[in-house]
């Protein structure tokens, strides 16, 4: 190799360093151009999962709703009609009714938490197992801010990390840099709900002499103010006090599915320590 | 150059959400980080490195994790890609698949140092470990189709005038 391309080879790869270094602490220090970069970047992709998502809704509505009946006989053709539109009209009652089903559990959370909340649709997940969020196609157009909690029907899914002008970012309670006040609801026994990655967490800082045992469930302390409390959490699927140290380790699995959220509201709160 | 970086961050915004919409959660691969290394074996080094920092930027841009760290890793498979290219034959499937999984592995490895000098807490080496090798190992066991895509593409952009590089790389 000639001495002008060893040279090139150390420049790039000094280059590279450097920018990778720089964009890393920048990160750290939350700047606020990469935070631009990375909403106009959001912003110029998202529409098109938003689209397509739609999209490919709509089109499995087409093919469960029509193309699998194709094929019947000629002379059932009336009944084939009426049939693929009784199954049409069955799909869309279905589909009516679990949004309907989905929609009065968000109702009654949001009567529940008594705080103001706003609806908003999951349109994206990181797909990395590096990180674990979520993004919601609600804003800062519509009033979302940095830290404001995100409930579903069945418990507690995360925080809002970043805003967007149409989007936002959820750090879901599985991520690994997710930490929250939590305590058993049998015996009140606090603790900090860490998340684990995938779709686990752990309940940390529990003395090993604490009454816990699997099944019980885990909800919001409302300490620290970040989620209402009595909020559930998750469901305990394991306690091993056979580790070293004075603390027990305790498995959370949250009992909603973080991995197939479709409609979540966020309380517009951020610091329910100082509601009152 | 401009026509291909397009065409190709395109393809990998497609791959982006195809993993997004379709595979996600059920099936877990890193495509993008393989379209990537297979950009990276390919003769042109500028469309490569744009390629990295162009899929690296929209990757982090939807993680939680610190910006940049999916643009290092996308830029670490591309150097490691060089490294395969200058160093190994990559003729066969055999060795194209050995070589991703090696590179996709050293990527683990490298973010989960950065993320560990960033004093972040990245997932141990045991945790989510059969997951992970199953992701590896799956995504790996893809370098074929992604091969062929990666020529096709070529061959298209040349069909119609562009070439991705003006001529082979002096090694």
Redesign the interface.
């Known amino acids: 190799m000639r001495p002008r391309f060893r040279f090139r080879a150390s420049l790039i790869i000094t280059a590279t360093l450097l920018l990778i270094i720089s964009l890393l602490s920048l990160s750290l220090k939350r700047s606020p151009i990469l935070e631009k970069v990375e909403g106009m970047v959001v912003s110029l992709t998202a529409p098109g999962l938003h689209g397509l998502r739609y999209v490919g809704r709509s089109l499995s509505g087409v093919w469960e709703g029509y193309f699998y009946l194709v094929g019947v006989q000629k002379e059932n053709a009336t009944l084939r009609q009426r049939l693929q539109e009784y199954e049409q009209k069955e799909l869309r009652y279905q589909e009516a009714q679990h949004t309907l089903a989905r929609l009065e559990s968000l109702l009654s959370l949001k009567k529940q938490v008594a705080l103001p909340v706003t609806g908003a649709r999951v349109i994206a997940y990181d797909p990395s197992l590096w990180s674990r969020c979520a993004l919601l196609d609600q804003g800062e157009d519509h009033g979302v801010k940095r830290g404001q909690p995100v409930l579903s029907a069945g418990g507690i899914v995360g925080r809002i990390l970043e805003v967007y002008p149409h989007y936002s970012k959820v750090m879901l309670i599985v991520d690994r840099n997710s930490g929250a006040d939590a305590m058993v609801q049998r015996t009140r026994v606090r603790g900090i709900l860490q998340g684990k990655g995938a779709n686990r967490c752990s309940l940390g800082y529990v003395p090993k002499s604490a009454d816990v045992k699997a099944g019980d469930l885990v909800l919001a302390s409302g300490l620290g103010g970040v989620f209402p409390k009595g909020q559930v959490f998750g469901k305990i699927s394991g306690a091993n006090k056979k580790t070293p140290g004075v603390f027990q380790e305790i498995e959370v699995t949250p009992v909603v599915d973080l991995s197939a959220l479709e409609e979540v509201v966020v309380v517009k709160v951020v610091n329910l320590a100082a509601t009152p | 150059m401009t026509v291909p970086v397009i065409l190709f961050s395109l393809v990998g ?1 497609g791959l ?2 195809f ?7 059920q099936v ?1 691969l ?1 495509l993008v980080g393989l379209f990537l290394f297979y950009v990276g074996l390919r003769p042109s080094f500028s469309l490569a ?1 744009s390629l990295a920092v162009v899929l690296g ?16 890793a996308a ?1 670490l498979l591309v ?1 490691m890609a060089r490294f395969c290219r200058r160093r190994l034959l990559l003729q066969k499937i055999g060795p194209l698949i050995i070589a991703s999984l090696a590179a996709l592995t050293l990527q683990e490895m490298g ?1 989960m140092l ?2 560990m000098l ?1 004093g ?4 141990a080496l045991s ?2 470990a059969s ?2 090798s199953l ?1 590896i190992l799956a995504t790996a066991a893809l370098a074929p189709l992604m091969a062929t895509l990666v020529i096709g593409l070529e061959n298209f952009l040349s069909r119609h005038g562009w070439h991705t590089s003006r001529s082979m790389p ?2």
């Open positions: 915004l982006f959400y993993q997004n919409l379709l595979l996600f959660p877990r890193r490195f930027i929209l990757q982090d841009s939807f993680a939680t994790t610190p910006f940049g760290l999916h643009l290092g830029l150097g973010v950065i993320l960033l972040l807490r990245p997932l945790d989510l997951l992970r992701e002096q090694e």
